[in-house]
């Protein structure tokens, strides 16, 4: 059916709904329809070629027969022109742009899921993600993220005095890793900011260890800190025995995780996350070895750390406390909740600042273990073992540690 399509005609149209679908040609306009549906849900059409239609607009107060014939006009033309000129579609392109989810979208429907599934660090790599990425880039859909659009991004983050490089090229590293997985999975046809590069960074840099005093410090301190918790238990059992209450458990050598913990980082240089994730079957105390199990290493490979005698006696003792620990029950387990740790802050801080020591982190243990080795003579090599390196290049930034060891080296070459 086809008539010049008014205000009036299309009241009548409308004024009862049909019976099934229905489309009615505007006598004026070519290609221009009015798809009437018995939903009520009537909607303006055009016709592009043999049996392609495009949907224009709601049949609405907005989009009156006038406008619906400029729109027809519009998008018929445009496909004409670039048929003509041998040019791609344009509406198979809107409709293929359409198809691209946005950053945001991208991360939950698909990344998240995937990332949950294959990498450990994932819930730390999604908050990462949430509160530096998804601000940014969030509303983009992935094409329209582009080297340009990152650079403007990394520009300005680099204002904040707060920021490091090294942070700001992690951030741009989980950003690439998500669009390379969109190009792989054929989201987008390829990551379009492969070619970014990071920010230069001093890979060597200062790298914190504790001199020989501020070790003894730490140690004392540590020693402190389970001395007074351990007469402060003694007083309010005391305090409760008098008064008809039951007493709380006596503390043992170690008052809490925390000694034997720090203790395990000081020699053995393992990573904070490897050692809460540490069971008594990983701990062989007569063969005196720790195993690193892959699925809590970072290199995902599994490696044997030697328990030297400092180290034997902590984790014999820390055992001794417990109540005949199982090889699956966690070395060092949270006291609330049974799980692994997963901080320290709170007493770490106390104990630096009862020791008088600053701008040392608890993962700086690990650099301290690696910077007495290196001082000692071990070779590169074996250090890198220890520590779990991917490759020993990484442990090369410990052989800067050492000015001391390093002066005393040269020293030898002066004659006498």
Not at 65 to 70: C, E, L, Q, S
Not at 168 to 185: E, F, I, P, S
Not at 329 to 337: G, K
């Amino acid at each position: 059916m086809a008539e010049k399509l008014t205000q009036d005609s299309i009241r009548r149209l409308t004024r009862t709904l049909p019976a099934k679908v229905t489309d009615v040609y505007d006598a004026k306009q070519p290609g221009l329809v009015l798809r009437l549906r018995p939903s009520g849900t009537h909607t303006w059409r055009v016709l592009l070629g043999r049996g392609r239609w495009h949907t224009l607009a709601p049949l609405d107060d907005e989009h009156p027969p006038d406008v619906a014939r400029t729109l027809a006009a519009a998008v018929r033309g445009d496909v004409q022109k670039a048929k003509a000129l041998g040019q791609d579609d344009p509406l198979a392109t809107r409709t293929k742009a359409k198809a691209i989810p946005t950053f945001e979208r991208f991360v939950e429907d698909s990344y998240a899921p995937w990332l949950r599934e294959h990498r450990r660090s994932a819930d730390h790599t999604l908050d990462a993600i949430e509160a530096v990425l998804v601000p940014a880039f969030g509303s983009l859909t992935l094409t329209a993220i582009t080297p340009f659009a990152v650079e403007k991004w990394r520009t300005a983050r680099r204002r904040d005095d707060e920021v490091t490089a090294s942070t700001v090229n992690r951030n741009l590293d989980d950003l690439k890793a998500m669009l390379g997985k969109a190009a792989q999975w054929k989201i987008i046809p390829s990551n379009p900011i492969a070619s970014v590069k990071r920010l230069r960074v001093d890979k060597t840099g200062v790298i914190r260890y504790l001199s020989a005093d501020e070790e003894r410090r730490l140690l004392a301190a540590l020693a402190a800190r389970d001395d007074r918790l351990r007469v402060a238990r003694e007083k309010a059992n005391a305090w409760r025995l008098e008064r008809g209450y039951q007493p709380w458990p006596a503390l043992g050598t170690y008052a809490d995780h925390l000694t034997p913990f720090v203790q395990l980082l000081l020699h053995t240089g393992m990573r904070r996350g490897e050692a809460a994730a540490l069971t008594w079957a990983d701990v062989d105390l007569t063969a005196a070895r720790i195993t690193v199990r892959g699925e809590t290493a970072k290199s995902g490979q599994s490696r044997s750390i030697p328990i030297n005698a400092t180290l034997g006696t902590v984790l014999q003792t820390w055992k001794g406390q417990q109540d005949t620990p199982t090889p699956t029950d966690l070395v060092f387990a949270s006291p609330q909740t049974g799980e692994a740790l997963t901080t320290v802050k709170t007493g770490w801080g106390v104990i630096l600042k009862a020791a008088q020591i600053t701008g040392f982190r608890l993962h700086d243990c690990r650099h301290h273990f690696a910077s007495r080795l290196i001082m000692a003579g071990v070779d590169l090599v074996t250090v890198s073992r220890l520590l779990g390196h991917a490759d020993v290049r990484m442990t090369m930034r410990y052989s800067h540690l050492a000015p001391d060891h390093l002066a005393g080296a040269v020293a030898k070459l002066v004659t006498r």
